[in-house]
T-cell receptor
């Protein structure tokens, strides 16, 4: 089992460019999450999904879109990147919504110039 | 939003020493969680606490869910070099993973 994988590991964008971050999990988990982690701050939830074909907004959703076309994949899109979106992005998955353990990916470090 | 304050921000200790760190908030949480995050990796769950006053151990790690439900503590006994990393606390406001708040972490350095 690879667990949760993220692609790419690093990316540099110019302001206004778009990109998609891919998260994949092989644990047959129903729930998937996208977080961002900034220096001096805790992880903040961007969007999450409670199952294939469903998405919902988290704490900081502005400027991001997501899609969950397949159960094992959760995509995070930036349509027009801004310097404020420079961050480390983590994907996570869990089997259920309650207190089930979240398994995190290794992160994607994104820099927007 | 509801913030979690972790302290200390960083600690430098000698191998073999015990370590204590804590997480506080002005909000009440239903669940407290402690993670360890290594450089270039995502957080890995160490301990989960579900009831006020609960004390739970995982090897040399012991964590407590504060009676007020607004704080939690993590202790590491007899530290070893592989304990190095960032320890992150998290609280669930409503018992759901989509309603969690994370602390900024305590960076632990262990000198051999």
């Amino acid at each position: 089992n690879a667990g949760v994988t993220q692609t790419p590991k690093f990316r540099v964008l110019k302001t206004g460019q778009s990109m998609t971050l891919l998260c994949a999990q092989d644990m047959n988990h129903e729930y998937m999450y996208w977080y961002r982690q900034d220096p001096g701050m805790g992880l903040r939830l961007i969007h999450y999904s409670v199952g294939e074909g469903t998405t919902a907004k988290g704490e900081v959703p502005d400027g991001y879109n997501v899609s969950r076309l397949k159960k094992q994949n959760f995509l995070l899109g930036l349509e027009s990147a801004a310097p404020s979106q420079t961050s480390v992005y983590f994907c996570a998955s869990s089997s259920g919504q309650g207190t089930d353990t979240q398994y995190f990916g290794p992160g994607t470090r994104l820099t927007v110039l | 939003g509801q913030q979690l304050n972790q302290s200390p921000q960083s600690m430098f200790i000698q191998e073999g020493e015990d370590v204590s760190m804590n997480c506080t908030s002005s909000s009440i949480f239903n669940t407290w969680l402690w993670y360890k995050q290594d450089p270039g990796e995502g957080p890995v769950l160490l301990i989960a606490l579900y009831k006020a006053g609960e004390l739970t151990s995982n090897g040399r790690l012991t964590a407590q869910f504060g009676i007020t439900r607004k704080d939690s503590f993590l202790n590491i006994s007899a530290s070893i070099p592989s304990d190095v990393g960032i320890y992150v606390c998290a609280g669930q406001l409503s018992g759901n993973n989509n309603d969690m708040r994370f602390g900024a972490g305590t960076r632990l350095t262990v000198k051999p």
